[in-house]
């Protein structure tokens, strides 16, 4: 059963500062990644995709990694911003238990960007 | 960026009632749908995989006769909750497949609350 896990659970940073957020899975038989960010009462946004034969996607201040082999990825953010306060959500796609692909989420770490 | 939408955005509802809720890929053709549920301040739990034209797929410990899925377009998936309990109150979230480029789309959620 392929089980994802964030740390840390929650994070505050001072504005302008760059920071990491990472994720764990334990089965390396995934498709791919993804990154998203939820708002309070909000469904998910998209952040970035890794497909299990890359090694890193880019898009502007954000960059995400994966070692599949060590079943880590990591989200960095650059001169962070009060907007991306959020809770960032990884997630793996793989197979779930009936033969269907899943997609398996970690419980998210809330970050909070202090003006 | 693609959209998807999602609606009701929150219901509130007697206990034995059924509510329908509806997910559709504006800008998109979606031959693969999912629903989850999430519980506060727990990830997001996969309920079932929605497949344009045939069953739904069901995760192991939903209820298929409770959570009936339907998706008859490659736009639209409902989830109708049939005689809804208030341990069915939650936050539901649809998402659709993007068969151009396999990025999945979320709705905003639907926030249940059972009376």
């Known amino acids: 059963k392929q089980e994802v896990t964030q740390i840390p659970a929650a994070l505050s940073v001072p504005e302008g500062e760059n920071l990491v957020l990472n994720c764990s899975f334990t089965?390396?038989?995934?498709?791919?990644l993804q990154w998203f960010r939820q708002d309070p009462g909000k469904g998910l946004t998209s952040l970035l995709l890794?497909?299990?034969?890359?090694r890193e996607q880019t898009s502007g201040r954000l960059n995400a990694s994966l070692d599949k082999s060590s079943g880590r990825s990591t989200l960095y953010i650059a001169a962070s911003q009060p907007g991306d306060s959020a809770t960032y959500l990884c997630a793996v796609r793989g197979l779930s238990n009936f033969g269907n692909e899943k997609l398996t989420f970690g419980t998210g770490t809330r970050l909070t960007i202090i003006p | 960026g693609a959209v998807v939408s999602q609606h009701p955005s929150r219901v509130i509802c007697k206990s034995g009632t059924s509510v329908k809720i509806e997910c559709r890929s504006l800008d998109f053709q979606a031959t693969t749908m999912f629903w989850y549920r999430q519980f506060p301040k727990q990830s997001l739990m996969l309920m079932a995989t929605?497949?344009?034209?045939?069953?739904?797929?069901?995760e192991q410990g939903v209820e298929k006769d409770k959570f009936l899925i339907n998706h008859a377009s490659l736009t639209l998936s409902t989830l109708t909750v049939t005689s809804a309990h208030p341990e069915d109150s939650s936050f539901y979230i649809c998402?659709?497949?993007?068969?151009?480029?396999?990025?999945?789309?979320f709705g905003s959620g639907t926030q249940l609350s059972v009376l």
């Open positions: 089965d390396s038989a995934i498709y791919n």
């Open positions: 929605s497949n344009e034209g045939s069953k739904a797929t069901y």
């Open positions: 998402s659709a497949r993007d068969w151009r480029n396999e990025k999945l789309f």
């Open positions: 890794i497909q299990s034969s890359q």
